[in-house]
């Protein structure tokens, strides 16, 4: 110590004389944790102090006598001790107890927690119970509906099925637009491209995540909350807590579900019957005679005894169930929680499940009072056995190119080869992709002063994928036992950062809080394979097998992120917030010119409500204003986007016996971060006694510098080429309340709903045209002055009652039989107008009961597979709805007359778009229906249990919506692995474009909680 | 007071990493390693031969024939709409050959470039050799863009219509087209460029009489025939026919090799297109790609031509009847591309549309015809007329060549000269020798504001 603080102890002492011994203590909360900044005031007297960080406080100079102090604290019951002080010192044990009204419950608000009336930002928090009680393919799935503005999109019915999830529209073109994933302060491994797609598929990261480990989640949605994850936070931050020991002593919980999975919807493929008839038909308009030939070596006569359901071949009714454990003990110095889980997550495609086993082990140590040490570590296995899918086959060739003329299989027993046979390849295919994941961290909290809290944390996630496949000799044609593969990728993700913050208050009503913080990132990935011939199955079962296989190394992409931040907070008598936060980001991707940026926020808000004149009003309970700005940035491109790159001198490639050297790419090192500046405006209130809360939100993000994979001209010698080029406009409202309708003994009725209409426009593409980046083949298009994401297609008008052909309109609306791509326009969105959820919550006793309505409004949904599903014959089958086609000459149908020759409606391929696969993407559908039962508390003690509750729960029980095809709610997984464009596919092309996509799935599921 | 600093001193320790974030790619290395020596710039160059030979292993080749009348129509693909002359912007092959050459010429320009920049020490003679071979290579490439791509020399009386893009540079700007005239300008300043420095002798690489043979198709395509009959005239004194009825099978030692790409092995194979599209693998099933009813009947129309061995009928007198070739039965053939038969049928054809000597004409044709039926039997009397002996240089042109690309431009080449108002004198499968779908779409990439697309359709 030095002299100045010695100095001014005995100052201290010295000014102390004359007076009684002091007051003090701690000051926790329910769970025993300290409360900080909590007021401790004498009544009757001007004096008062607020607790530190370790929740001591002490109050000195006060007179012996008789006092009444009052502890109060936000979000916490004040406490009143009466004391008398005397000549020893007093020593104060108070535990505050949680007041449960919702402006003052803890968020996470990243590198710490701030209480809601605190937050000057836009952050929903969800409740991990109102997470893990779904039986969805990945808990991110469980998000749908329950926060304004964030867009949940289930991908499909596949198990393991990753979501799209879009917070506030989506800012970004050939960037990533996903949200960043943030666990117990860990950015994780969350890349969906890392193992490419195979089988119609990408390996969702997420999948390995239990959700019985999530505690809460907080969407950080504008800048004011997200600007501390700075680069990073443009699309949004999703952060999860997991479960931490609490409480005391030891408590046990346990959980078992059982339920079925269906599909939401059933394709109607034609029967033999009807094929044929269809394509002799397609034959005589064509102007032939005589019977049409029969494709796949197919006689008329099979095909008239061959009648395969292809689509009942390839489905089944799922089955899901799954255990889940947990140990939750606290104590004096430690707390403790284990959970154990195994999950079997069955689709109803035949062979698709995704199993999970898990575990995770989070402690909380504290040897001293001035220390905490935080350990989370959690193991888990994703499982998922895979089918082939949409364009890959299984259910998606059912759907196509499986004609219900063909057989399983040949008379002599044999499988059916001369045509698509799904069940052949189902029943010759072993496949499964193995996710090992474990994500740790340790986290050391030391306060070494009153006023200083530092905190340190060291994360590792590590993740292995490996992806198995066995194919039998049926298959390959070898003569052997089968040939293996395997693809491995392997993430090793390190992650630290150290904080400090500093606590002052100065004469009791300015509150400062300042943070200041560094994090350093790096990721490594590694990918290598190994195959070979002769294995009587999976390499996971045939060791020695893969010994002696084949292998390829392939090189491993390596990014680093390095950033400082502050984060500032003033409020002045818990009434005016002010908020300022400054992070600094580096990325590795991005050339030493532009590898820093800095992405600042400002933010306060007004809680109006604690304004003297607002305390008398019976209708307010609580009122807040905030307003915000700040800037955002996003470097979500491959990590050698920005180098030119030339093949390694050992490419093996020789021209006359000579070597060669060739540029793989072009550079750019003046590829930089894609910068977003965001508004934010809104109001929050509570009425009545918080009977009815609603929060009202405007924001305005304007995004600059949009980091596109651009299409360039092939005479300048490469296809692609990466540039910040354009802007991206998002303006949107939210709205959501809660309302507690009625407040009974016996009956409760609680309504949550909210609802978010987002604006999105490219506001500029520089000199690129509308085909610079495009959503892969299905004609979603960058148009200015459009949203990202645009169906940009050909018009189709009707069909031609005369002649029953096609006709179409041109660029000015007039209508016309050319097929002519120049009068390509933009006609529909993929994104749509407005998203939300409605939840109803009834209580009855011991009976509840929730109902959640999801729904999205205003958007298109192309359906692609449809042009050679309903008039143009091709090697598919067709669904029901090619009957509503034209046949003679003054039929107003629907569909043109049949062909086999797509030149019969003027298009160039048999791939061509319009208009006329274009529909109304809006849809409502109720999500969940769970109705539970709580066992009695006495019911409870004569089993020796805490808790016990049994539940049923239905999701997706019915959808209204105008679309025709099988399932409204479309997340199509992503083409493209190593290219560049992956992004683009996802942001453009993902949602809303189904090519024989798997629907959702419809679960049915009991479940029983009981905790001891 | 410790427990601080410790922490303070972490925080600045950690910080000053910067360094963490200088990460290079792996698998891949960085211009700056890659390109810092001459031998670097000869592999280069290597890898543009490289990448020439693959893109003409059979494949500019066969979408020339698309267009024409010696294929089928394709069995499904982005191949059937070139046949059927209707390539939109979205057709990938096409697209994919499109930006495969020009990638080819941006390797060529960026070696210029760094030979011109003058950072990395070359000798000078790999300074003069290497660019009149990059320039020789660009000229072909150029040649056969603006031949697939843009209507032919003479489509307009001063060739003003649009061409390709010309890339002579690294910039990675957007370009419009250039015109035909421009084109055609360009690739003669190369070719020029590269008679001139090429050596004598060069290998297996392009030397000085493989720029004028070049020069000589260039010219000959212009229906330029004075110049063309010069440049026959002068290679013509150093090479000579070879015997081989199939010239895939002797390239690099016959006396008639100018110019070839060459394949060392199975792996390294500079026909594989032609494999791939007319390989008979099994003499019972067709190959992937059948040549056209006509093409079939007139080259085996006269069985002592020896010639008409090399076709095979299948399903013969069915209505699935197809056709054949078995000249590209093998594992891997080095591929010619200019050589002494071109020479002959050109210098006859330039000696007849430009009144020369009728006689040399005569025995430049069949010198052709009588190396194909093994015998003077069939040979032309020397007192035929000068137009019989061009209906029978051209016959022999498709005969000689089949596949090797050369019809279409052929006929689009005998268009221009013969039928310039496209009165349908001369037609290509039944269209017009300059409807709008014998040149190839651009891909769609080309999309900006100051490129011009070519029209569509019209060739119905």
């Known amino acids: 110590m030095n002299k100045r603080i010695l100095l001014l102890l005995l100052l201290a002492i010295i000014g102390n004389l004359g007076y009684a011994q002091s007051v003090k203590g701690l000051v926790k909360d329910e769970k025993n944790e300290p409360v900080i900044g909590a007021t401790v005031q004498v009544e009757g007297t001007g004096f008062g102090t607020v607790t530190d960080a370790l929740g001591a406080f002490e109050l000195r100079k006060l007179k012996p006598g008789n006092y009444r102090l009052r502890f109060s604290s936000i979000g916490l019951a004040s406490v009143v001790k009466e004391i008398t002080l005397g000549t020893t010192e007093v020593v104060l044990n108070i535990s505050l107890k949680e007041d449960r009204r919702q402006m003052d419950e803890l968020v996470v608000v990243g590198y710490g927690v701030q209480r809601k009336r605190e937050i000057t930002g836009a952050i929903s928090k969800i409740g991990g119970k109102e997470l893990n009680d779904l039986p969805v393919p990945s808990f991110e799935a469980a998000l749908q509906g329950k926060a304004p503005g964030v867009q949940v ?17 989506i800012s970004s073109i050939s960037a990533g637009g996903d949200p960043l994933y943030v666990v117990d302060g860990i950015p994780i491994t969350q890349d969906l491209f890392i193992t490419g797609n195979s089988g119609g598929m990408n390996n969702n990261p997420l999948a390995s995540i239990n959700p019985d480990d999530i505690e809460s989640v907080e969407v950080l949605k504008d800048a004011a909350a997200n600007a501390i994850y700075g680069s990073r936070g443009a699309n949004g931050v999703i952060l999860i807590t997991t479960k931490r020991g609490k409480g005391k002593g030891w408590k046990f919980t346990a959980l078992t579900k059982a339920g079925v999975s269906l599909p939401t919807a059933k394709p109607k493929m034609l029967n033999n019957r009807q ?18 030939p029969l494709p796949g070596g197919i006689t008329y006569e099979q095909a008239l005894n061959n009648n395969t359901n292809w689509v009942d071949e390839t489905i089944q009714t799922g089955a899901k169930y799954g255990i889940n454990l947990s140990a939750n003990h606290g104590g004096e110095k430690l707390n403790t929680l284990l959970n154990f889980s195994y999950d079997n997550n069955g689709s109803y495609l035949k062979g698709n499940s995704y199993e999970r086993y898990s575990g995770r082990v989070n402690l909380d140590f504290s040897p001293t009072k001035w220390m905490k040490i935080g350990v989370n570590s959690s193991l888990s296995a994703g499982i998922n056995n895979r089918v082939n899918a949409a364009w890959s086959g299984g259910l998606g060739a059912a759907m196509s190119t499986a004609l219900p003329i063909y057989p399983t299989r040949n008379a002599d027993g044999t499988w059916y080869r001369s045509g698509s046979n799904p069940v052949r390849d189902m029943n010759n295919l072993k496949w499964k992709t193995i996710e090992g994941r474990s994500i740790n961290g340790l986290n050391i909290s030391v306060t070494p002063r009153k006023d200083i809290v530092l905190q340190a944390q060291a994360s590792y996630d590590y993740m292995n994928v490996n992806d198995d496949q066995w194919r039998s000799s049926e298959i390959t044609g070898n003569n052997n036992a089968g040939d293996a593969s395997r693809g491995t990728t392997q993430v090793k993700n390190f992650n630290y950062y150290v904080t400090a913050t500093y606590l002052k208050t100065i004469k009791e009503n300015h509150n400062f809080q300042v943070l200041v913080g560094n994090e350093f990132q790096r990721a490594n990935t590694k990918r290598s394979s190994a195959d070979s011939t002769n294995v009587p199955g999976l390499f996971s079962q045939n060791e020695a097998e893969l010994n002696e296989a084949r292998k390829l190394t392939q090189p491993g992409t390596n990014w680093a992120f390095l950033s400082y931040f502050t984060r500032a907070t003033y409020n002045y008598k818990q009434r005016y917030f002010v908020q300022a936060v400054f992070r600094t980001d580096a990325s590795s991707r991005f050339g030493a010119n532009y590898r820093w940026a800095s992405f600042p926020s400002l933010s306060g808000s007004w809680v109006v409500s604690e ?19 700040g800037k955002s940035g996003n470097a979500g491109i491959p990590d050698n986007a920005r180098f030119a790159t030339y093949s390694p001198a050992t490419n093996n490639i020789t021209y006359n016996g000579q070597p060669t050297l060739f540029p793989y790419k072009l550079e750019n090192q003046n590829i930089r971060w894609e910068t977003s500046n965001n508004y934010d405006v809104a109001v929050e209130a509570g009425f009545f006694k918080d009977r009815l809360t609603a929060e009202l939100n405007f924001y305005r993000r304007v995004t600059t ?9 092939g005479s300048i010698g490469f296809a692609n080429y990466w540039d910040n080029v354009g802007g991206i406009l998002n303006e949107g409202v939210e709205f959501s309340f809660k309302s507690r309708n009625i407040v009974a003994k016996n009956f409760q009725w609680t309504t949550n709903f909210n609802v978010a209409r987002n604006y999105n426009e490219i506001t500029s593409l520089g000199v690129y045209s509308e085909d610079a980046v495009s959503g892969g083949t299905n004609d979603t298009r960058i148009v200015k002055g459009s949203p990202v994401g645009t169906n940009y297609l050909i018009r189709w008008s009707h069909v031609d009652p005369n002649t029953g052909l096609p006709v179409y309109l041109d ?25 939300g959820g409605m939840t109803n919550t009834f209580r009855y006793k011991n009976w509840d009961m929730s109902v959640l309505i999801i729904y999205s409004l205003g958007s298109n949904i192309y359906e692609s597979s449809q042009k050679r599903q309903s008039s143009l014959i091709t090697d598919w089958n067709m669904d029901e709805r090619v009957y509503d086609r034209w046949q003679n000459p003054g039929d107003n149908a629907k569909y043109p007359r049949l062909t086999r020759d797509y030149r019969t409606y003027n298009l160039p391929d048999e791939w061509s778009n319009t208009t006329l696969w274009l529909k109304d993407g809006s849809y409502a559908r109720l999500r969940n229906l769970t109705i539970g039962y709580n066992l009695s508390k006495s019911q409870c003690k004569k089993m020796h249990l805490a808790s016990a509750r049994v539940s049923a729960i239905a999701t997706n029980l019915f959808t209204l919506t105008n679309y025709d095809g099988l399932d409204p709610e479309i997340g199509r997984d992503s083409e493209g692995g190593s290219a560049g464009d992956r992004n683009s596919s996802r942001n453009l092309g993902s949602q809303n474009i189904t090519y024989l996509t798997p629907p959702q799935e419809k679960t049915f599921s009991v479940q029983i909680n009981i905790e001891f | 007071m410790k427990k601080l600093y410790i922490v303070l001193a972490l925080v600045i320790s950690f910080s000053s990493c910067r360094k963490w974030l200088e990460i290079t790619p792996e698998g891949e290395v960085p211009e700056s390693e890659a390109v810092k020596t001459q031998q670097d710039l000869q592999n280069l160059l290597n890898s543009s031969y490289d990448a020439m030979a693959n893109h003409y292993n059979g494949r500019v080749q066969f979408f020339n024939e698309l267009l024409g009348d010696n294929l089928e129509k394709p069995q499904s693909g982005f191949t059937v709409p070139i046949y059927l002359r209707t390539t939109n912007y979205f057709n990938s092959d096409v697209g994919g050959l499109y930006n495969d050459i020009y990638n080819v010429i941006f390797r060529l320009n960026f070696l210029m470039f760094k030979i011109e920049e003058g950072i990395i020490p070359v000798d000078a003679e790999f300074k ?4 009149a071979e990059a320039k020789f290579l660009r000229a072909l490439a150029h040649f056969d863009l603006v031949k697939l791509w843009g209507q032919p020399y003479g489509y307009t009386s001063n060739n003003a219509h649009p061409g390709v893009v010309i890339r002579n540079s690294v910039d990675t700007k957007p370009k419009a087209r250039a015109s035909v005239a421009e084109v055609y300008t360009f690739i003669l300043e190369d070719l020029a460029a590269a008679q001139t420095n090429l050596p004598d002798n060069n290998g297996n690489y392009a030397n000085k009489d493989a720029a004028k043979a070049l020069l000589a198709n260039v010219r000959f395509q212009q229906n330029d025939f004075a110049n063309a009959l010069t440049l026959c005239n002068e290679l013509l004194s150093k090479y000579t026919l070879d015997t081989t009825l199939n010239r895939f099978v002797n390239v690099l030692n016959s006396p008639e090799k100018i110019f070839a790409f060459v394949s060392t092995g199975v792996a390294d194979n500079r026909t594989a297109t032609y494999l791939n599209n007319f390989r008979i693998v099994n003499p019972s099933n067709p190959s992937p790609n059948r040549l056209s009813r006509t093409l079939y009947y007139e080259a085996t129309a006269d069985t002592a031509d020896l010639r008409s061995k090399f076709y095979v009928i299948f399903n013969q007198g069915t209505s699935s009847e197809t056709y054949g070739i078995t000249k590209f039965n093998g594992d891997f053939f080095s591929n010619p591309l200019l050589y002494a038969s071109q020479l002959k049928l050109m210098r006859a054809e330039a000696l007849i549309k430009s009144s020369g000597d009728l006689g040399l004409a005569i025995s430049d044709v069949n010198a052709i015809i009588q190396r194909a039926y093994g015998n003077a ?4 009397p020397s007192n035929t007329s000068a137009t019989d002996v061009l209906t029978m240089i051209r016959k022999q042109r498709r005969l000689e060549f089949p596949l090797e690309g050369n019809r279409t431009q052929d006929l689009k080449r005998i268009g221009a000269n013969e039928d310039p108002t496209g009165s349908g004198i001369v037609s290509i499968r039944g269209s017009k020798w300059n409807c709008n779908g014998l040149a190839l779409q651009f891909p769609v990439n080309e999309n900006t504001s100051i490129f011009e697309f070519n029209p ?3 060739c119905e």
């Open chain 1, 153 to 169: 999109t289930v991908g499909s019915g596949l198990a393991g099925s990753a979501s799209i999830v879009r917070i506030r529209g």
């Open chain 1, 275 to 292: 094929w044929l008839q269809l394509n002799q038909e397609a034959w005589e308009n064509d102007g032939n005679s005589g019977m049409a």
């Open chain 1, 611 to 629: 304004e003297k004149f607002m305390k008398m009003n019976r209708t307010f309970s609580f009122l807040k204003l905030r307003a915000g700005w």
């Open chain 1, 705 to 713: 510098d949009v980091l596109m994979y651009l299409t360039i001209p």
């Open chain 1, 811 to 835: 660029i000015n609306g007039n209508q016309t039989s050319v097929y002519d791509n120049k009068n390509r326009t933009a006609v529909g969105q993929i994104l749509p107008l407005a998203i």
């Open chain 2, 128 to 131: 003069v050799r290497a660019t």
């Open chain 2, 377 to 380: 039997n069939k040979n032309l």
């Open chain 2, 456 to 458: 569509e359709g019209g």
